[in-house]
């Protein structure tokens, strides 16, 4: 393959690349979360790949217990607006 060949793939595969990520900001995400805390305020914590979120909002008229494994709703990649969305 030529270099001018390699280079075409090469800005192929850059722009295949960006237009992923713009796609991740178009569809909502689901990611499973452990509860790590019932907060007073009707909020939980949650831990996600080791990474432990504080303030959590669930769907009204659920509740969750420590330990519960749940599913996590990421509105088009916004984690600010992430909801814990059920139990498993």
Same mark, same amino acid.
């Given at each position: +393959?030529?270099?001018?060949?390699?280079?075409?793939?090469?800005? +192929?595969?850059? +722009?295949?690349?960006?237009?992923? =990520?713009?796609?991740?900001?178009?569809?909502? =995400?689901?990611?499973?979360?452990?509860?790590?805390?019932?907060?007073?305020?009707?909020?939980?914590?949650?831990?996600?790949?080791?990474?432990?979120?504080?303030?959590?909002?669930?769907?009204?008229?659920?509740?969750?217990?420590?330990?519960?494994?749940?599913?996590?709703?990421?509105?088009?990649?916004?984690?600010?607006? +992430?909801?814990?969305?059920?139990?498993?």
């Amino acid at each position: +393959m030529s270099n001018k060949d390699e280079k075409i793939l090469e800005t +192929m595969d850059i +722009m295949i690349k960006n237009r992923n =990520k713009n796609l991740e900001n178009i569809f909502d =995400k689901h990611i499973e979360a452990k509860i790590t805390a019932v907060n007073l305020d009707g909020t939980y914590g949650i831990s996600i790949n080791n990474q432990t979120i504080s303030s959590v909002k669930c769907r009204n008229g659920s509740t969750f217990l420590v330990n519960d494994v749940v599913e996590v709703l990421i509105p088009r990649g916004n984690f600010s607006r +992430m909801i814990i969305d059920y139990k498993y």
